[in-house]
């Protein structure tokens, strides 16, 4: 990557803040001065300005723990999206993996590799998602056969098969494969309940970390990336 376009993305100032940064010899790769803006760095190089060394990956890969209230979208005129958290991220093309409901909590897949965003998305590849659905009312065991069975929801589409994963009282872990308009809640209303509560608790092989609070993120360990580049290239 271009040096000016790597210390621009690090927010280290405009292009042209940093074109001139470099050309007064602040920033030397591999402790060697470099004085060319135009300067293609390696993968393996080491890039230091005013001695700090520079810190760069090409692609980003963040967990989120949305909260309500916000869209999950890049932009919007009128509410807080997912990548107003990423304060300092702005030149990174960062974007949602798919999206959650406004009023729907829980883990967001937030990065800038469309490649592997295409893959999870993709309806051939059925990356399951596991919710938590709190209903308004007692679950009755007698439905799990119907929703494992897929649902025919209020506009006659009929759903790929759900798997309960757990239920306690009126609290139900529900995995889907894919991601209709307020599908779970719809699906969930088939059987005259209503969904007061809903959190996504994993995406794929991704557990939502249970120390994040609402609105936090951190980045993917490298574990957790080895098993979501699995996950697609396993399917």
Do not use: C
């Not at 100032?13 to 001065?33: A, Q, W």
């Not at 897929?150 to 759900?162: E, R, S, W």
Request: hydrophobic share 35%.
């Amino acid at each position: 990557m271009r040096l000016d376009k790597m210390l621009a993305h690090l927010n280290y100032g405009s292009r042209s803040e940093v074109k001139k940064l470099i050309r007064k010899g602040f920033v030397m790769v591999n402790g060697e001065i470099i004085l060319d803006d135009d300067y293609n760095t390696k993968e393996d190089d080491e890039v230091t300005i005013f001695g700090d060394v520079v810190s760069y990956e090409e692609k980003l890969y963040f967990m989120l723990n949305k909260p309500k209230n916000v869209v999950s979208a890049t932009f919007d005129y009128y509410d807080k999206t997912v990548i107003d958290f990423f304060q300092g991220y702005e030149k990174r093309n960062l974007f949602p993996v798919g999206r959650l409901d406004i009023d729907t909590t829980g883990l967001l897949l937030i990065t800038n590799d469309g490649e592997l965003a295409h893959m999870l998305l993709s309806p051939k590849r059925h990356v399951y998602k596991t919710y938590k659905a709190t209903l308004d009312k007692k679950f009755d065991p007698k439905d799990i056969i119907a929703l494992e069975n897929g649902v025919t929801l209020d506009d006659g589409y009929v759903t790929l098969p759900a798997r309960i994963e757990s239920f306690e009282e009126n609290i139900v872990y529900i995995s889907i494969r894919e991601g209709k308009y307020h599908q779970v809640k719809r699906m969930f209303q088939a059987f005259d309940y209503e969904v007061v509560e809903l959190n996504r608790e994993s995406f794929g092989p991704l557990k939502l970390d249970s120390n994040l609070k609402l609105g936090e993120y951190r980045p993917l360990t490298k574990e957790e990336l080895d098993l979501l580049m699995k996950s697609y290239e396993n399917n």
